[in-house]
Structures are given as C-alpha cells and as structure tokens.
C-alpha cells in the first residue's frame, strides 16, 4: 500500500493529492512486466531464459539448440530482460539492419531506466552505493547537463559515478580527424599512438568503458604532460576530481 493512500473501509480508498482529496471507489497499483512469450508456445521450438523469455544472439535471431535460426527475430519484451520502449526500440533498430543484410549487434549498454515519480529518478551504469571503494561520485546541477526543458530546472541534480570497476578500465577516445573549435575535443598533437605521425583529437565528453582481459598489446604510452593536460580538462569542465 502506499504511503499516500489510506484505506477507510473495505470499499472506499481516498487518495491524498496536492489539490485535496479524491475520492476513488478502486485504485488500482501495478508494478512490474511479464515477458508472456509462453502464450506463443514457442518453447517447444526454441531455447528460452528461466522466465520465459525467448534467447537470441546478439544479433537477435532466436536460439534453437544454442545456434541461431536464420530468419527468425525476436525482441522487446518477450526476449529483454530490460523491458523498456527504448531498449525495444534499439533492438528494432538491429533486427531492421539484419534483414538488410548488415550484422549489427545489440550492443546496449548500460541500460538507462527512469522510476517516473516525483521526483523523478533516471539512471544508468553502477550506481553510487554500489560503485567500487575507489570510484569518485560527482554530482552536477541537472540544467547543467540537458536541454530544453531541464535547462530551467533549479532542484535536481545529476550524479556521475567514474572509477575502476573490477576488470574494467576507463578510456577517451583518440582521432586523427581535425576537431579544432569543438570544446569537447583536446588537442594532444603527434605521437607514437599514430605510426603515420599525424596529430590527434581527444574526446572529453564520452567515457569508454575498456575490459582489461581484451586489451591485447601496448600501443604507445601518453605523455604524463599530455596526461595532466588532459585531467585539467576534465576536472575543470567536467568536474572529475
């Protein structure tokens, strides 16, 4: 029951609102989704999680056998463990592009989810509670980090959790591309990163997340001047500490 509902008799709930009372003969309060993929029957047929949910490769074709089945896609929620529109959407996306005969993969991660209450919570990635004892939490006002509406939003804020995660190494991306004049960018010059010598762009704004098992060789070593550079930036316009 929730705190903001009382019942006053076996018939009746009043529900407490900012303007008053309404006065409600049912409420009805539903929380959570169920997959429903045994109303396809498809069980007999393909390979399925514990729930229920059909199993596909990351290219969303259906198991059978542990093999994917050529023709046969499946998504949403009657295979997603995240059984949100825009996670739907996403896979969509993929499956669109496979029958076009591109092998795209539903590479998704993390999943952003929202708790759409008030306020309102949104969130993606490790949260702070569970972030590793190393990690560093910042919290930015919210119209600092949107557009549009939120840009007028005096109250939230949002929380940016940045560390080593087990085997999981951060990076920035580095190009080759001229990215002169974009702030989100930062000229580090040539280095042994580059065989063909060329100077190079950094990216600030987009963190990637690096598993330490998959890094094979070492390319070249940054500079530690480059390395300072770089984390003046990110402390000062990104507030990373």
Known sequence: MSPFIEMYSDAEL???????????????????????????????LFDTHDDGRLATDARMRVLAGGEPVDGVYALGDVTSAHQLKHVANQQARVVRDNLRGLATEDLLAPIPQAIFGHPEVASFGTRGQ????????????????????????????????????????????????????????????????????????????????????????????????????????????????
């Open 14 to 44: 009043v529900e407490e609102v900012r303007s008053g009372v309404l006065d409600a003969g049912l409420v009805l309060n539903a929380t959570g989704r169920i997959p429903n993929a045994d109303a396809l029957g498809a069980g007999a």
């Open 130 to 241: 569970d972030a590793p004892a190393d990690a560093v939490v910042v919290d930015r006002a919210y119209s600092s980090t949107a557009y549009g509406w939120a840009m007028e939003d005096e109250s939230s804020f949002a929380r940016l959790v940045v560390g080593r995660d087990g085997g999981t190494l951060l990076g920035l991306m580095l190009s080759s591309k001229n990215h002169d004049g974009d702030r989100d960018w930062l000229a580090v010059g040539s280095g042994p990163w580059d065989a063909q010598g060329r100077p190079s762009w950094l990216r600030l704004d987009r963190v990637l997340d690096v598993p330490e098992a998959g890094i094979r060789r070492e390319g070249a070593i940054f500079p530690r001047e480059k390395f300072d550079t770089v984390a003046s930036r990110l402390k000062s316009d990104f507030a990373w500490h």
